[in-house]
């Protein structure tokens, strides 16, 4: 299976602090996404990474992808309260060529005002 | 912006009943598909449909789903007899291109199956 696991399953942070949080693939990919889903909604889609970039930075956030290691970080900088949600990593699979994403289990990010 | 709309937003069904959750992807996208979250779970990959068929599928999509593009903006899910495990908020999703390019899947708010 290619789905990827996130940690922490929980981080609860002071507004202000930056939150990072990781994800592990198993399989090779062409590309990531993160996304972030607030309660009981949708999954509004941050970033997306290709396999051959290893940093992208869209506003506060920032990602890494790591292909040796088949993982990737995300890191909310200036967290606010209104980022609490739970972030989800999704890949591809170059693998099977499968055109969907596999998610992985999500961070549930709690940002103390 | 253009955005992945689903109706309806909350359903409850008697077990054995059929269900249709619609959807209408982003006007140029071509390729769609069906996820489903059961309540503290991860997001599961249920279907995607490119050129008016199913390309590919999970083990959950089996006999009892079915998808159809009934005209040029509808997307919809059909479970014939639901389950108790089906209850499930389950997410409409398109994309322009394909994943494996590099595209984005943009997705809708989801619609609440609660199967009683």
């Known amino acids: 299976s290619q789905q990827g696991e996130e940690d922490p399953q929980a981080l609860s942070i002071q507004e202000g602090e930056n939150a990072t949080m990781n994800c592990s693939y198993k399989?090779?990919?062409?590309?990531l996404q993160w996304y972030r889903q607030n309660s009981g909604r949708g999954l509004v889609h941050l970033i997306l990474?290709?396999?051959?970039?290893r940093e992208k930075h869209s506003g506060r956030l920032r990602v890494t992808l790591d292909t040796s290691k088949k993982s990737s970080s995300l890191l909310i900088t200036a967290s606010r309260a209104a980022d609490t949600a739970s972030y989800f990593c999704?890949?591809?699979?170059?693998?099977?060529?499968?055109?969907?994403?596999?998610f992985g289990t999500g961070t549930r990010l709690t940002v103390i005002p | 912006e253009p955005e992945v709309t689903q109706t309806p937003s909350h359903q409850v069904t008697q077990m054995g009943q059929e269900v249709i959750l619609r959807c209408v992807p982003i006007?140029?996208?071509?390729?769609f598909y069906w996820y489903r979250q059961i309540l503290g779970q991860k997001v599961e990959f249920l279907v995607s449909?490119?050129?008016?068929?199913?390309?590919?599928k999970s083990e959950i999509f089996d006999d009892q789903f079915s998808v159809e593009r009934p005209d040029g903006s509808n997307f919809t899910l059909k479970i014939r007899s639901t389950k108790l495990e089906d209850s499930a908020m389950y997410f409409c999703?398109?994309?322009?291109?394909?994943?494996?390019?590099?595209?984005?899947?943009?997705f809708g708010e989801g619609s609440w199956l609660t199967v009683v």
């Open positions: 999703a398109s994309s322009e291109m394909s994943v494996t390019n590099g595209n984005t899947i943009y």
């Open positions: 449909f490119y050129n008016n068929e199913i390309s590919e």
């Open positions: 006007s140029n996208h071509l390729y």
């Open positions: 399989t090779s990919i062409n590309n």
């Open positions: 999704a890949t591809d699979s170059r693998q099977t060529g499968a055109n969907n994403l596999f």
């Open positions: 990474i290709r396999s051959n970039e």
